[in-house]
């Protein structure tokens, strides 16, 4: 469910974005510099939360272990 919940905001997202023109190859360049601006903190915040949580999970880890020789 919380894919789905990913797809929907994402879908949402981009559809702010999206503007019919009637030349296609003309493109509004403030919204997509914001719409790059928004992807890359996206992935900077994920690549950052992976990062720490395997920090998070091995310091719980070393906590049980250490209580278990006592």
Do not use: Q
């Not at 920090?55 to 020789?69: P, V």
């Amino acid at each position: 469910m919380g894919h789905l919940t990913v797809v929907a905001f994402l879908a949402a997202l981009f559809s702010l974005f999206v503007e019919t023109e009637a030349n296609p190859f003309v493109y509004n360049y403030e919204r997509l510099r914001i719409a790059g601006l928004i992807c890359a903190s996206l992935l900077v915040a994920g690549g950052v939360s992976v990062l720490l949580y395997n920090k998070c999970s091995n310091r719980n880890r070393k906590g049980e272990d250490d209580n278990s020789e006592i």
